[in-house]
């Protein structure tokens, strides 16, 4: 089993940053991908990063403005968000699993284990 814990939301105006962590703990594996979803009222989940092996990955609408990083010592990981939108409003998830398929890497069910989810909240 694998616990992963997020944190670092909140409310935030628009044009401001934001940074999520997520510590993975227990049987956690290099071979994991370390993802990012979130999730609006009334919306599926959508997928926001990755970090797969070397690989980064982003969605469109986050690109330029979202950076992964991890902090190998405190076995963390996190997404860095600038220059939020209102739009980037929603619940996001930290999630992880095995990933055989780069084509994989967007789809929710592919991923194992999620985190409890942090709110984002950007006003305009």
């Known amino acids: 089993q694998v616990q992963l814990v997020e944190s670092g939301g909140g409310l935030v105006q628009a044009g401001g940053s934001l940074r999520l962590s997520c510590a993975p703990s227990?049987?956690?594996?290099?071979?994991?991908?370390m993802g990012w979803f979130r999730q609006a009222p009334g919306k599926g989940r959508e997928f926001v990063a990755c970090w797969s092996g070397a690989s980064t990955y982003y969605a469109d609408s986050v690109k330029g403005r979202f950076t992964l990083s991890r902090d190998n010592d405190k076995n963390t990981v996190y997404l860095q968000m600038n220059s939020l939108k209102p739009e980037d409003t929603a619940v996001y998830y930290c999630a992880t699993g095995l990933i055989y398929y780069v084509t994989w890497l967007t789809w929710p069910g592919k991923y194992d284990y999620w985190g409890q989810g942090t709110q984002v909240t950007v006003s305009s």
């Open positions: 227990g049987r956690t594996s290099s071979s994991y991908t």
